[in-house]
């Protein structure tokens, strides 16, 4: 086994839990982090909540479970060429869309309308409280109880004001510091996945084609370099090929640049780390053609008028069980009921959130639906 870097997270110097437990036996802190994730009810129902389409629409695209394991996947890789912590990383990666709602960006943007007056929502915020207070599993706490690098790596960004709310876990936000090179590592990794994977299924919808991708520097060019290696091969495997090396181009990239910015910095172990610029990065050069990536997909994909559509309708579904949520207690299961208005919001907001795609578009039809004789 490689040796970590004197600047990677320990588990053993962790922060540690919020509720103090004896070390696990045969198996590292991190490690049973990752484990708890992934036996928790909410990392199960990412099986059935979108990433860019709706769940039903096809078997064969990318949900937020799958995307949460291709992360760790990149992730992970990261880390063994930096010696940094793999198992942080991936616990990380595996928990940092728990608090998503169903319908992806969608459905959260109409939920943060929802609660506009109660606080808003934001998933990464949304995650933390899922693995801080909302999963029942463990008999002497609520939550995962996770260790604090483990929490902090979940939560990627937020306000001033949030951060004040989460105490420790939100202090960098205000203090000007950086979290662990592994919940860097995390973060980026989300990145390369969903841009890649995104080009990947809209592809395999038909919304978005080989002919438009050709204005794209970073997919054409490998596309160019498979074509002229594999001259007779299906599209289906060259689309494969190429997406497969735009990933390993963006790693590469990664790696790179993050040794040289190490270098470039006092860093001799992890409390270095938070007092420095954000070390993990693209080159320039790469950081272009991520952008230019970034803004096909913006352009092509997000804003396709079927996407279009599914945002609509997850936006109309959202609202209206708020709302109907919101006018009567009684609609809600007995667990999600609280007694104050600020209170009985976050409670309805949490109770959606937790929704995968198919059964909050049953909830909805069991509320709004007219029967037939």
């Keep these: 086994m490689t040796e970590l870097a004197p600047y990677a997270a320990s588990p ?43 769940n039903h629409e096809g078997d064969l695209f990318r949900t937020r479970l799958t995307h949460s394991i291709e992360v760790a996947q990149i992730g992970r890789s990261i880390a063994r060429r930096l010696r940094l912590n793999e198992d942080l990383v991936e616990a990380i990666s595996l928990a940092h869309d728990l608090g998503h709602t169903p319908f992806g ?42 260790c604090f690098e483990t929490r ?12 004040a709310r989460l105490g420790d876990v939100g202090a960098r936000f205000l203090n000007d510091q950086r979290p662990t090179l592994e919940a860097q590592i995390a973060n980026l990794a989300d990145e390369i996945a969903y841009n890649n994977h995104d080009v990947d299924d809209g592809l395999r919808s038909g919304l978005i084609t080989l002919e438009q991708l050709a204005s794209v520097r970073m997919f054409s060019g490998h596309l160019g370099e498979v074509r002229k290696t594999y001259p007779a091969l299906a599209e289906r495997r060259v689309v494969h090929e190429t997406i ?11 790696i790179s640049q993050t040794e040289k910015n190490i270098r470039a910095q006092p860093i001799v172990d992890a409390d270095d780390v938070r ?99």
Excluded: W
């Design 12 to 54: 053993q110097c962790s922060r540690g839990r919020k509720i103090h437990e004896d070390a696990p036996p045969g198996r590292s802190e991190f490690q049973r982090d990752r484990d708890r994730i992934i036996h928790s009810s909410a990392f199960r129902r990412l099986e059935y909540k979108t990433q860019v389409f709706v």
């Design 105 to 146: 960006h969608a459905g959260q943007d109409a939920l943060n309308t929802c609660m506009e007056d109660y606080g808003g929502f934001e998933h990464n915020l949304q995650s933390l409280r899922v693995v801080d207070v909302l999963e029942e599993r463990y008999a002497n706490f609520d939550g995962l109880n996770l």
């Design 152 to 163: 902090e790596g979940i939560l990627k960004h937020c306000s001033p004001e949030n951060a």
């Design 244 to 254: 497969r090396r735009m990933i390993n181009t963006l790693v590469s990239d990664v």
């Design 275 to 373: 007092n420095a610029p954000t070390l993990l990065a693209f080159g320039a050069q790469m950081l272009e053609l991520n952008r230019e990536l970034k803004a096909f997909l913006r352009t092509h994909l997000y804003r396709h008028y079927r996407v279009m559509r599914m945002s609509a309708k997850a936006h109309r579904i959202i609202s209206e069980l708020f709302q109907a949520f919101m006018e009567d207690r009684r609609l809600l299961p007995p667990q999600f009921l609280r007694a104050a208005e600020m209170e009985h919001a976050r409670s309805v907001a949490d109770y959606i959130a937790g929704m995968t795609d198919r059964y909050a578009i049953r909830e909805h039809r069991r509320l709004f639906a007219v029967e037939e004789n």
